[in-house]
């Protein structure tokens, strides 16, 4: 199934995409080169008792602290994320890098930890992410705010909550207890992926993209992603940190075992390009 992110930030930084963000160096040694300034370029609201300048600061000195020990510029989103607390992409000689707000109290070790598994890609250093989040599972979202989108089943074709209560009748013998409800329509943009369809282990909520709202989608294909979601409760992604398997074997032969398995595959294989368009 193709994907697109879901991750929201708090605030992201970044520098120029040509120089280093890399600190000031200990006095009587020259920088090797004029540090760039970091730059707020998004927020959301605010999550701890930190005013947002404090929360700035030491994300700001975190992400000069990364870039400072591996050496070379370091894009850091910093995020109230409730199930991916470490992600990274490295290229371009640039680590894109999202961490949990809880890393901007991280102990070095950690932090040296972040810099080995995301920046240089020691497996080892996962273990040790791992133990740290573990301790600090008090500090991970679990409940939605206020300011969440509803979850809306009702949709101009297809009712979600219909299918549903049908597909856990019949697959899952009313053993699947989540919410379900259409997502939100993404902003209108060329895009290469879409994810249609995300579910929330911390709230058992199910969201469908708008996108399979629409009268040229089968019912069958809907219904098939419904069901695909609703897997992940009885399934639940194995693995470490950005090493995460989120559709293990036995998840991928109980959804072989949908009766239009090989033909939705086969629609969402042809029409993947008007799903794109929105």
Same mark, same amino acid.
């Given at each position: 199934? *193709? ?12 520098? !120029?995409? #040509? ?8 006095? @009587? ?7 760039? /300034?970091? /730059? ?8 701890? #008792?930190? *005013? ?14 990364? !870039? #400072? ?9 910093? *995020?109230?994320?409730? #199930?991916?607390?470490?992600?990274? $992409? $490295? &290229? ?11 890393? @901007? ?14 920046? $240089? &890609? ?47 009748? *019949? ?25 249609? &369809? ?44 950005? /090493? ?12 072989? !075992? ?21």
């Amino acid at each position: 199934m *193709t994907e697109y992110p879901r991750q929201m930030s708090l605030f992201t930084l970044s520098g !120029s995409p #040509s120089a280093s963000l890399r600190p000031a160096p200990p006095p @009587l040694q020259p920088p090797p080169q004029p540090p760039v /300034r970091n /730059r707020l370029v998004e927020e959301a609201p605010r999550i701890v #008792s930190e *005013t947002r300048d404090e929360l700035f600061s030491r994300a700001e000195s975190l992400a000069w602290r990364l !870039s #400072s020990d591996l050496g070379i510029p370091v894009r850091l989103a910093v *995020t109230d994320n409730r #199930s991916t607390m470490v992600s990274f $992409r $490295r &290229g371009g000689n640039v680590l894109q890098l999202r961490l949990h707000h809880m890393f @901007l109290d991280a102990p070095e070790a950690v932090l040296r930890a972040v810099a080995d598994y995301a920046g $240089r &890609g020691n497996r080892i250093a996962g273990g040790v992410l791992d133990d740290y989040i573990r301790h600090q599972q008090p500090r991970i979202r679990q409940f939605r705010r206020e300011t969440d989108a509803d979850l809306n089943p009702v949709g101009r074709c297809f009712d979600l909550q219909h299918l549903f209560e049908s597909v856990n009748r *019949t697959y899952f013998q009313d053993g699947i207890q989540a919410r379900i409800g259409w997502g939100r329509m993404p902003p209108r943009r060329r895009r290469k992926s879409i994810r249609l &369809g995300v579910y929330d282990h911390q709230t058992r909520e199910i969201r469908i993209h708008p996108a399979l709202d629409r009268p040229e989608v089968p019912a069958f294909f809907v219904e098939f992603i419904v069901f695909h979601e609703m897997l992940h409760q009885l399934f639940p992604s194995t693995g470490r940190g950005s /090493r995460r398997v989120h559709h293990p074997r036995a998840f991928r032969d109980r959804e072989k !075992s949908f009766p239009h398995y090989v033909a939705a595959l086969r629609w969402e294989r042809e029409n993947l390009s008007v799903l794109l368009r929105g």
